[in-house]
């Protein structure tokens, strides 16, 4: 990440991402000007430490696995590992060094450092990537096969002229010196029996993505790594799909990062699969973790952000737009279906922070990403996106946990506005109910704190005024597009409220947000 705000489980990231976004950024496409507004609060308070942190705790003993070798005791399993791997990374820059050169950038690392990913990284630099990963997969399958010391040396140089020689991998198609190998579980999944093989190659693998590399070996690579993502996330264990999910988001990062010329092979080989895999993951996941919720929300939105980068780049892809548009929708609104289920639970046994960790992996981004298309995609997901995001936004609580829910569904609901504007003006008056509201309670939280003789700490300050700035901000865009029905919410409040000066305020200030928001130029 370039930064804190660039984290992309941040709240910072979320608003920035969002359709409709009140936060100016020239790189966040559909952003507002906000200097058009008499505020800038939310601006001012991009950069705090309450909207750049994560909205889900990675420090957590579930979100982390303590492997067999990091005995804390005497530390010699895991100085043996790190030896071990300094070995492997000095054999494989020697192996390099003497076989024909396979096209990929190879630099020079410390070859005493103590950093796995590091190590692991140079070994990739050496072997290369393709060579890896497919040897990953086969430890990962348990079909790796060991030749006994009488085997045809010949084989050896059969070899040779692909690239660096790994004789523990049987290659596919190999008719010649077949050695016959056994897997280590009976059941097909190797993993089970042996959990530390799953971590072993989401650590390697993880790694041997992060180096920059041709597209072409970078494709044959995923070909090899997707079955493995798939495996683990249509596992039981839900910290096996966290992993697949992991594996995944290294994979998109990778290709991001690179120049595409040309559709991946894997998309049009593996999509279907993935959709299938990612829908069965999150109705198994949704009641486990935070983070194995969120972090499978950010894979399947990052996963099918590229596919529409894709659709839409290249002519000639296996994957047209409104296929992608037909997928986020269907992903869309079956996590909808799950986090309205959560709500329904309220906010008991870290309940908040799964809503949270999904609404900013999750949701915001998929809803972000349907709201561009310009046949306005969110029509048809509209009704049960209100029904969920509502009651989110009218989250009883004052506490971080309550506000990160509050930020995180306006924000949602401004890119889901903007992608079903047509059907809005039939639900302006459950908007605008819901969000003054939350515009009344976050007044009188922010007194609270003011007067209170034990202030709360900074955070609390800055959510509040956050999700106050917000709800505003929101309100006037709902203006524009409910019109009437919005109207008539604000009427009823400035007739009855008469004597409430701050809702009369409120609602002036609305008005004002709602003309400059027609007045800006499309």
Not at 190 to 200: A, D
Not at 401 to 415: C, D, F, K, N
Request: charge should be neutral.
């Amino acid at each position: 990440m370039d930064g804190a705000k660039d984290n992309p489980l941040s709240l910072a990231y979320a608003l920035k991402h969002c359709k409709l976004s009140p936060v100016s950024d020239e790189k966040a496409g559909g952003s507002i000007d906000v200097s058009a507004f008499g505020s800038k609060s939310i601006e001012t308070f991009m950069g705090s430490n309450f909207m750049t942190r994560p909205v889900v705790d990675w420090s957590v003993s579930s979100a982390q696995f303590r492997a067999p070798w990091f005995d804390a005791a005497s530390g010699v399993g895991y100085r043996m590992a790190i030896s071990l791997l300094q070995r492997i990374s000095q054999l494989a820059r020697q192996l390099s060094e003497s076989a024909t050169k396979r096209g990929e950038v190879i630099e020079s690392n410390e070859t005493g450092t103590n950093s796995i990913m590091l190590l692991f990284q140079s070994i990739t630099e050496h072997i290369g990537i393709t060579v890896l990963a497919s040897t990953a997969r086969a430890f990962f399958y348990g079909r790796l096969v060991f030749p006994s010391k009488s085997a045809d040396v010949k084989m050896v140089a059969s070899y040779q002229h692909k690239g660096p020689y790994m004789p523990m991998v049987e290659r596919i198609g190999s008719t010649q010196n077949k050695i016959p190998c056994t897997s280590s579980s009976r059941d097909g999944k190797p993993h089970n029996k042996n959990p530390m093989r799953v971590f072993v190659i989401a650590t390697l693998l993880c790694g041997m993505f992060q180096r920059n590399t041709c597209a072409d070996y970078l494709d044959d690579a995923i070909i090899d790594t997707i079955p493995i993502v798939l495996s683990l996330l249509d596992d039981a264990q839900p910290i096996n799909q966290g992993i697949g999910a992991v594996i995944l988001v290294s994979i998109m990062e990778a290709l991001t990062s690179i120049e595409l010329k040309f559709v991946p092979t894997f998309v049009g080989r593996f999509h279907e699969m993935l959709n299938r895999s990612f829908e069965a993951a999150i109705q198994l996941c949704g009641r486990e973790d935070a983070t194995i919720l969120t972090v499978t929300c950010l894979a399947q939105s990052k996963w099918l952000g590229f596919l529409n980068l894709c659709s839409l780049c290249f002519r000639k892809a296996s994957i047209s737009p409104s296929t992608v548009c037909t997928m986020t929708r269907k992903a869309t609104a079956d996590l909808l279906v799950v986090l309205g289920k959560q709500t329904q639970s309220g906010g008991r046994d870290g309940n908040d922070v799964r809503i949270a960790g999904a609404l900013v992996s999750g949701i915001n981004p998929l809803l972000a990403q349907m709201s561009a298309y310009p046949e306005a995609a969110s029509v048809e997901i509209a009704r049960v996106a209100l029904s969920t995001l509502l009651p989110l936004i009218g989250w009883q609580g004052m506490g971080l946990e309550s506000r990160t829910i509050q930020i995180a569904a306006l924000g949602s609901l401004l890119s889901l506005m903007d992608g079903s504007y047509p059907v809005m003006p039939h639900h302006g008056t459950r908007i605008m109910v819901e969000v003054f509201s939350l515009l009344h309670r976050s007044d009188k939280d922010a007194i609270f704190i003011n007067e209170s003789k034990c202030r709360g700490s900074g955070d609390d300050e800055v959510s509040t005024t956050v999700s106050s700035e917000l709800a505003e901000f929101t309100a006037a865009v709902a203006l524009v597009l409910c019109c009437e029905s919005a109207e008539a919410v604000l009427s009823h409040i400035e007739a009855k409220d008469t004597t409430a000066k701050q809702h009369l305020d409120r609602c002036i200030q609305i008005r004002f947000d709602a003309k400059k928001l027609t007045e800006i130029p499309q």
